[in-house]
C-alpha cells in the first residue's frame, strides 16, 4: 500500500468512528428496531424470504382480508420449515374469524412496511415529510413511483404527475428556512425542488431493439419537464433502470442537455450503476460529455451500487449471456470506491453525489474527497428512506449534505419498488444486516 492510499485508509478510518458514534440509539427508534428483527428473520430463511416477498408482490391484487389471508398461507404452506410466530399465525388461518385478523394483522404489516419506504400516496401528502427532513438538515428527492408504462396514455400520465410533482415543490419549498450547507456548493446555488424521474414511465416504447422510436418518444413528454424546472428553478435526476434501457437513457438525456435552451439550467443529473462492469465506460463518456459541453450549473453524476442485481443475472442467465454486473459484493465494492476517485477528480466539471448506506463507502467518498482539497459542500451523499435513516442523520448532524430519496405514490405502483428495497435490506452481505449483527467497526471500514 502506497503512502498516499496510507492517509486514504486512515481518514476512511477517522471519519467511519465519527459517524458511527453519531448514529442514533435503537432504544431511541423503538419500531426501526422491531423491523431490523423482522428482516433478520426474513434473511436468516431464503425460502421465508422468497415467499413473503412474493406476498407484498401480490397484495395488491387481493381484494379482502379473507383473499390476503388466503395468499399469505397458500405461500408459506409450501415452507419446508416455519420459524414458531408464523406456524403459530397459520394454525388459526382455518377458521374465518381466524383468517379475517390474519388478513388484517397482514396487510397492517404490509403497510407499514410500505411508509417506511414510500412517504406518501401524492406529493401533497408527503410535504410533510420533506418539510421535516429540511428542517432537520435534510434535503431530498422525490421519485414519483411508476415503471415500465404500456401504453400512451399511462405515458402521458405520469408527465403529468411529473410536472404537477415540480409545481407543488418549487411552491412549497420556497417558503422553507434557510439551510445553506443544502443550497449552496462551489458550483452556485443548489434548488431546493428535487425531482427524480424514470424514462420507462415516459414512453411505452423503450424497446432494445428500437432505440429511436422509444428515445424520440420520451423526448417529448422529457423536454417540457426540463422547461418548466428551468422556469421554476427545479433540479429533475434521470434515473437509471435495467441494463437493456441504459444506453438508450443516456443518449436521451444528454442530447437534450446538449440543446441550446438548456444550456443555462435546467440542473439536472443522471446516474450510474457501480454494480455494472462496464461502468467505467460510461463514467468515461458521461465525463467526456461534461468537459465538452460544459453547462451551467454542471451535470450531477449520482453513483450507487445499483437496484437490479436479481434482474439483470436472471435475464443473463436465461439467455446464455455473461454477467454484466459483478457477482462478488467485494469487486462491485472496489469499483465504486474507483469510480468516486474519478467523479471526485472530475470537478467542479460536474456535481458528484454519492449514494450508499455502506460506511465504508460513505466514509471513504469523504476521506478522499477532503485530501483532494475540495469543500465537504462539494460532495453530495444520498440515501434512500427507509433505509438509510440512521446514516442520514448521522451525516446532517456531522454537517455534511446529505439527501434522501422519496418515493411517493400508491402502493400498486410501489409493489416492484418495495419488493427490491426489501431484497436490499435483507441481503445477508448489506451493510446494515452485518451492523445489526455486531459485526466489529473495523471490519465494516476495511477496505474491500
Known amino acids: 500500500m502506497d503512502v498516499a492510499q496510507q492517509s486514504v485508509e486512515r481518514e476512511i478510518r477517522r471519519i467511519g468512528a465519527e459517524l458511527a458514534a453519531a448514529f442514533p440509539s435503537a432504544a431511541r427508534h423503538p419500531m426501526r428496531a422491531l423491523d431490523t428483527r423482522a428482516m433478520e428473520i426474513a434473511s436468516g ?42 406456524a403459530a399465525a397459520m394454525r388459526i388461518s382455518h377458521t374465518k374469524a381466524g383468517r379475517a385478523a390474519l388478513g388484517a394483522a ?14 406518501g400516496e ?23 413511483l411508476g415503471e415500465a408504462t404500456v401504453t400512451e396514455s399511462e405515458a402521458d400520465a405520469y408527465a403529468r404527475r411529473c410536472r404537477h410533482a415540480l409545481s407543488e415543490l418549487a411552491r412549497d419549498t420556497s417558503r422553507w428556512p434557510t439551510r445553506r450547507q443544502l443550497e449552496r456548493d462551489g458550483s452556485g446555488a443548489l434548488p431546493r425542488a428535487n425531482l427524480s424521474v424514470k424514462v420507462s414511465a415516459l414512453t411505452p416504447l423503450l424497446r432494445p431493439d428500437a432505440p429511436e422510436l422509444g428515445r424520440l ?10 422547461r418548466d424546472a428551468l422556469r421554476q428553478a427545479a433540479h429533475i435526476h434521470i434515473d437509471m433502470e435495467s441494463l437493456d434501457s441504459r444506453e438508450l437513457v443516456l443518449d436521451l438525456v444528454l442530447e437534450l442537455l446538449s440543446e441550446p435552451e438548456f444550456a443555462a439550467g435546467p440542473s439536472a443529473g443522471v446516474v450510474v450503476q457501480a454494480y455494472l462492469r462496464d461502468s467505467s465506460q460510461t463514467l468515461e463518456r458521461i465525463l467526456t460529455w461534461a468537459t465538452s459541453i460544459p453547462r451551467t450549473p ?15 443475472l436472471a435475464q443473463a442467465r436465461q439467455q446464455g449471456w455473461p454477467a ?3 457477482e462478488d459484493k467485494a469487486a462491485c465494492d472496489r469499483n465504486f470506491e474507483t469510480l468516486t476517485r474519478q467523479l471526485l477528480e472530475a470537478r467542479p466539471a460536474i456535481r458528484v453525489a454519492v449514494a450508499s448506506h455502506n460506511l465504508r463507502s460513505v466514509s471513504h467518498a469523504i476521506a478522499v474527497s477532503r485530501l483532494l482539497g475540495a469543500s465537504d459542500l462539494d460532495l453530495e451523499l444520498q440515501v434512500l428512506r427507509g433505509l438509510g435513516d440512521e446514516l442520514q442523520d ?3 448532524g456531522k454537517g455534511f449534505r446529505v439527501r434522501t430519496y422519496c418515493p411517493v405514490g400508491d402502493l400498486i405502483a410501489g409493489m416492484a419498488y418495495l419488493v427490491r428495497r426489501l431484497l436490499e435490506n435483507t441481503s445477508n452481505e448489506s451493510f446494515l444486516h452485518e451492523q445489526a449483527r455486531g459485526t466489529p467497526l473495523e471490519m465494516l471500514l476495511a477496505a474491500p
Open 45 to 86: 430463511d431464503r425460502e421465508l424470504r422468497a415467499a413473503l416477498f412474493r406476498f407484498v408482490d401480490v397484495v395488491p391484487a387481493c381484494r379482502s382480508l379473507d383473499d390476503l389471508a388466503r395468499h399469505l398461507t397458500d405461500l408459506l404452506e409450501q415452507l419446508p420449515e416455519t420459524p414458531p410466530p408464523i
Open 122 to 144: 401524492t406529493p401533497a401528502a408527503a410535504m410533510s415529510v420533506l418539510r421535516h427532513l429540511w428542517g432537520h438538515g435534510v434535503a431530498s428527492s422525490v421519485d414519483l
Open 217 to 226: 418518444d420520451a423526448a417529448r413528454r422529457l423536454r417540457p419537464l426540463l
Open 298 to 312: 454542471p451535470l450531477q453524476v449520482r453513483l450507487v451500487k445499483g437496484a437490479y442485481w436479481d434482474h439483470e
Open 394 to 396: 448521522a451525516l446532517a
Open 106 to 119: 397482514a396487510a397492517s404489516g404490509v403497510k407499514h412496511l410500505a411508509h417506511r419506504f414510500i412517504v
Open 324 to 326: 454484466p454486473v459483478y
